[in-house]
Each structure stands twice: as C-alpha cells, then as structure tokens.
C-alpha cells in the first residue's frame, strides 16, 4: 500500500466530493466511508489532518441561495453557516469511531508569519499527540479575495508543510495529472508519477471544471510543488468511489510527485537559511553535550541571552567562549528567556505566570554546524 510507510498524513477534501452539484446538500454517505477508512489508518498508528473544502457549497444550501454567482460578502455568509453544517456531520461521522474531532480555520498570515505559523503550528502538534483529528479550512468569513489562498490545494499544502507531514493527499474528482484536460482531449495520457514539477508538467494543468470547486489542476500543482519542497510526497487521487483511501494503492490510479528531500532535512534547511538573527543563546557545557547527542536545549542550560528577539525567531545558539554551535527556532521571548535562563523546566510557569514548553529550543528546530 502507498500508505504504509506514512505516519503523519495530509489529507485534502475537495468541495466536489462533499457536496452534491445540483442539491448543493453533503454527501453524508460518501463522507462516512471516507471516516471509516481514515479511523483505520489512525489505528495502524498514522497521525492524521483533514483540509476540508465545501463550507461556501454546503452555506448556499443553508442559506437558500441558489446556482447565482455569489459576491464575496455572500460567499463569506455562506462559509460562516455551511461550516457549522459540515463540521457537525464530520463530527457526528467521527464519534462512531470514538475520534475526537478539533475545528481550526486558518488564513494566509497564518502560516507566512512567523510567530502566527509557530501558535498554529503549535495547535495542530498538540492536539495530534492527544489523539485527536485536526479538520482544517480557511477562515472564509474574514478573508478578503486579495488575501485569500484561493483554494484548499494550497492550504493543504500549507499545513503539510508547517508540520512536516511526510504525505499529502488530494482527493478530487479526477484520478490524476494527464498531458492534457482528458475532459477535453480523449488522446491525454495518464502520468503515474512526477520528479520534478517543470515548466511542461504545469503547462498540462487545466482550471477547474464548473461548480463547487475553487481549484482545478492548476491549484494543485502548486500545492504539489509548496509540498515537495517541504520534504514531502503528494498524491491526486480520485476521491469519487466510496472508501477511495482504503482502496488507494489496492486499485484504481493515482499520480504520485517525489519530494525534493525528507521533511526533516527541508525543515532544518529552512532554518538554517535564515537571513538574519535576532540574538544569541550563550549555554554552559552540558548543554552543549546534551545537543551534541541529540537533545533539545532546556532553560537550565543557558547562561545569558544577548539581543531582543520575539517567540519564534531564529536565534544563534553559542557556547561559553562565544564560539557559535548554531541556530534555531526559539520558543521564547528574550524577555521571558532570561527570566526562565538557568532554571529548571518545572519553574518556568511560576516564574512567567504561564506553562510555555519545556524546551527553550526544541531539537526539530535546531540547526548544528559542523
């Protein structure tokens, strides 16, 4: 199965597959077996994130609004009252499996500003260790057309990015990337797997078809390049079937894009690329050995922090001689760092009034040099 090695999966649900085109009501069927298969996979092990479309489609059946093309205060109406419509049947399809279901909405600053990307980040981390499914979608009602992602594709990509899923999913209405809109040219070709997203791959992408959907081929190469990049494989797949995830790998087609490099390796890229620093964690020999052999740096391991930087910049890390080890994601203020520098994790709430993490920088988040 193309699954089996996954253990932390992106899954994205386009808006034609959850909402009928000509009742514009949720296919309440279709999305049972779809939680079937993903409480399946959450039982071998496999932390799993839905994206979600269909908010907007679900809202103009709530709302009365018919096939009319909708202004962008309508489209937002809609979203604000087609979500609590979707997420109550995902909810009610979740709890026959005993799965406890969490709502983020999401916008583009979300995941492009960095102390916005770390909160959300965050979020979504700890509730997969609890166990839970994260269901995700943009934040419709308070996003402009100018600050829109535009598409759940990107979202999609987006998140698996921000929390370095080793796989993104896009179920859609179509099996695949073909050399041309098979809709359209009866001699398109089917292409089972991509290696690098060309200028000639995207110039096969079509706009999508008339209806509930948003994206098409073109959002979905782009959101197959954010992905790769980031470390991790992406896969289009036809959601139309019932139990389309089970049965992925087992039969049918699919196109699969390689990533670039593992996950891990794009994450501590990414980091190590930063421009600039704000300051510097200065740390005593323990820590230094502690993240030698692969440990986290801990408050009680710093012995001074230089420069005024916020929760979520990239800091240098040194030893005492000044001599720079590397760098990282800190998860403090310079404030908040020097109050917690020399303590024990278990001080650090009553010394900020709050429980942040045990970890000043987490060692996903740090870059040695050699």
């Excluded at 740096?297 to 720079?324: M, Q, Y």
Aim: charged share 25%.
């Amino acid at each position: 199965m193309i699954l089996q090695d996954s253990r932390r999966l992106v899954i994205k649900v386009g808006s034609a597959l959850l909402i009928d085109d000509t009742s514009h009501k949720i296919k309440n069927n279709w999305i049972e077996t779809l939680c079937a298969d993903i409480a399946d996979l959450k039982r071998d092990g496999v932390e799993i994130v839905i994206v979600s479309s269909g908010a907007i489609g679900a809202g103009r059946s709530v709302l009365k609004l018919g096939t009319k093309t909708l202004r962008l205060e309508e489209k937002q109406a809609a979203a604000a009252a087609g979500q609590i419509r979707l997420t109550n049947i995902w909810q009610e399809k979740f709890v026959a499996h005993e799965i406890v279901l969490a709502q983020i909405l999401l916008t583009p600053s979300d995941t492009e500003q960095r102390r916005r990307h770390l909160n959300a980040r965050n979020t979504i981390e700890t509730l997969l260790g609890l166990g839970s499914i994260p269901i995700i979608n943009e934040n419709d009602t308070v996003t402009t057309e100018e600050i829109r992602f535009g598409d759940n594709d990107r979202l999609a990509a987006r998140v698996a990015q921000m929390i370095a899923a080793d796989t993104l999913i896009l179920l859609s209405d179509i099996d695949g990337l073909y050399t041309a809109d098979p809709r359209k040219d009866p001699t398109a070709e089917f292409i089972d797997e991509v290696s690098e997203i060309t200028e000639d791959i995207k110039n096969m992408a079509s706009e999508a078809a008339p209806g509930n959907s948003s994206g098409g081929m073109v959002t979905k190469l782009a959101a197959a390049e954010i992905a790769t990049r980031a470390g991790c494989q992406v896969i289009i797949a036809d959601g139309r079937p019932k139990h389309s995830l089970g049965r992925l790998g087992l039969d049918g087609r699919f196109t699969r894009f390689i990533p670039i490099e593992s996950s891990s390796k794009a994450r501590k890229r990414w980091i190590a690329g930063a421009v600039s620093h704000a300051g510097v964690l200065n740390i005593d020999e323990g820590a230094v050995k502690a993240l030698r052999t692969g440990g986290s740096l801990l408050p009680a391991g710093i012995n001074h922090v230089e420069g005024s930087f916020e929760r979520g910049d990239t800091v240098i890390v040194s030893d005492l001689k000044g001599k720079r080890l590397g760098c990282g994601i800190c998860a403090y203020s310079a404030t908040d760092a020097r109050m917690i520098a020399g303590r024990k994790s278990g001080d650090i709430e009553g010394l900020l009034g709050y429980q942040g993490r045990d970890e000043i920088i987490h060692r996903d988040d740090l870059v040695l040099e050699d």
